[in-house]
């Protein structure tokens, strides 16, 4: 491997890592969740998959502000007008320590082989560390 080469695998190697610690950090993020967010309310909404709240709920949204404070501060808006689908929560994610440096472990050991090792090699492994589940 020349040195355009060796800096590109490395680059690659650390771009697979990265994105693997991502993936993990947006299962804990959804494992600590105990509600839809506005941001998964609104995607629903634009999916076609929330519904719209009945006529009398609606005129009680719309009817609700009763203080002076609530009609200047606490404007109905579109997402309080649906019905989403239920909350379940996710499993909270085990070993995240583990699996983390496990990931790492990984990047750094393919590392070396790029530095050291065949170039032949570590593409059957770089492609094994991709598709590979942490």
């Not at 590109?8 to 994105?19: G, K, P, S, V």
């Not at 629903?44 to 719309?62: H, M, P, Q, R, S």
């Not at 085990?94 to 070396?112: C, F, H, V």
């Amino acid at each position: 491997m020349n040195r355009e080469q060796r800096k590109y695998t490395l680059e690659r190697i650390e771009r697979i890592a990265q994105e693997k610690r991502e993936k993990l950090n947006k299962l804990v993020e959804r494992a600590e969740k105990t509600r839809w967010s506005e941001d998964d309310q609104s995607q629903f909404i634009l999916n076609g998959e929330a519904t719209i709240k009945k006529y009398d709920e609606l005129v009680a949204i719309i009817q609700w502000p009763k203080t002076d404070y609530d009609l200047r501060y606490r404007h109905p808006s579109y997402i309080d007008f649906y019905d989403y689908p239920a909350f379940t929560p996710a499993p909270p994610v085990e070993n995240y320590n583990d699996r983390r440096a496990a990931i790492n472990a990984e990047a750094t050991r393919l590392k070396d082989i790029c530095m050291l090792g065949d170039a032949v090699e570590l593409i059957e492994q770089l492609k094994a560390f991709e598709e590979k589940e942490f």
